[in-house]
């Protein structure tokens, strides 16, 4: 099975902009259906974005509340897909989740430990 770290997070000012990697390991990306999700509190977990297992820097699902400032992209050299967010709102607080689910076993969902996003106003 495929293992996902996330890093990247942290506290960011409204406005600004903050960039995700999900590194994974035991298996490439591009055999998964990735995804990134969030959390806030007394939130139930949403779904923000799914990169198709074929495409890199493309989506296949996209949140309406963040289309036109997150993009989802990935790097097979490094086996790491990425989160790229601009013109964060305080709302886009929460932490943040990858997520696997295979393509050939369709094992999963396989997901991250999760990282803090934290916008200020």
């Known amino acids: 099975q495929v293992q996902l770290v996330e890093s990247g997070g942290g506290l960011v000012q409204a406005g600004g902009s903050l960039r995700l990697s999900c590194a994974a390991s035991?298996?490439?990306?591009?055999?998964?259906?990735m995804s990134w999700y969030r959390q806030a509190p007394g939130k139930p977990r949403e779904r923000v974005v799914t990169?198709?297992?074929?495409?890199?820097?493309?989506?296949?699902f996209l949140a309406d509340s963040v289309k036109g400032r997150f993009t989802i992209s990935g790097d097979t050299a490094k086996n790491t897909v990425y989160l790229q967010m601009n013109n964060l709102k305080p709302e886009d607080t929460a932490v943040y989740f990858c997520?696997?689910?295979?393509?050939?076993?369709?094992?999963?969902?396989?997901w991250g430990q999760g990282t803090q996003v934290t916008v200020s106003s």
């Open positions: 997520n696997a689910v295979s393509l050939t076993t369709r094992g999963g969902p396989y």
């Open positions: 035991g298996s490439s990306f591009n055999m998964y259906d």
């Open positions: 990169l198709t297992s074929n495409d890199r820097g493309g989506s296949k």
